[in-house]
Each structure stands twice: as structure tokens, then as C-alpha cells.
Nanobody, 122 residues
């Protein structure tokens, strides 16, 4: 089974930036659609951003569009989430996820990291 490990979370002031990293192992990383999710206690885990196998196609939730950028480095088996202009409402646990299906195909993400906490102070 593929293993995913997130890093880069922390506490930052509103308006600041963070870059999250997700290191993958166990499978051919370049074959996976990758996504970043976030979850606040008491709410559903929501997709924030996704990136296709090649990195040429991306998706962003409306709440983060224009502020967050997802990218991947297949040579390093790593996906990134660059988060700029952070807002207090971005505070959540962020999870890296993977699925072995094309990004255009609706499907569940079936591999998950442990999560990393992002806290944005006002």
C-alpha cells in the first residue's frame, strides 16, 4: 500500500504563507491523482485542491482559488500545497490523499496521510 506523510504545517499570522509537502512511497507516484483535503472539527472533510498524473490539470475549491497552488515533483515523489494570503478560516487539519484513477473520473481517494495542522491567527 502507498504511504503518504505530510509536513509543513504550523501557526502563521493572517496574510502569511505556508508550504505543505506530502512525501509518497510504496507505489508509482506518477500514476496517482493527488489531492489535498482539509477538515475542521464538526465538519466534513473537503477537497481543497487536486492535481492530475502529469501535473497539467488542477482543481481548486472556490474558497482557496487564487491563493493556493498545488504542484507535484514526480522525481521526488512529492506533492506540494503553497498557501498564500492565509485567512483564519483556513485553519484546519490538512490531509494529503491519492487515488489510482484519472482526475476526470469521479472516485474516492483511498490512500491518506496522517494530516498536518495549519492554524492561522487573526
Amino acid at each position: 500500500q502507498v504511504q503518504l506523510v505530510e509536513s509543513g504545517g504550523g501557526l502563521v499570522q493572517a496574510g502569511g504563507s505556508l508550504r505543505l509537502s506530502c512525501a509518497a512511497s510504496g507505489r508509482a507516484f506518477s500514476s496517482y491523482t493527488m489531492g489535498w483535503f482539509r477538515q475542521v472539527p464538526g465538519k466534513e472533510r473537503d477537497l481543497v485542491a487536486a492535481i492530475s498524473w502529469s501535473g497539467s490539470n488542477t482543481y481548486y475549491a472556490n474558497a482557496v482559488k487564487g491563493r493556493f497552488t498545488i504542484s507535484r515533483d514526480n522525481a521526488k515523489n512529492t506533492v506540494y500545497l503553497q498557501m498564500n494570503s492565509l485567512k483564519p478560516e483556513d485553519t484546519a487539519v490538512y490531509y494529503c490523499a491519492a487515488r489510482l484513477t484519472p482526475m476526470s473520473t469521479p472516485a474516492n481517494y483511498n490512500y491518506w496521510g496522517q494530516g498536518t495542522q495549519v492554524t492561522v491567527s487573526s
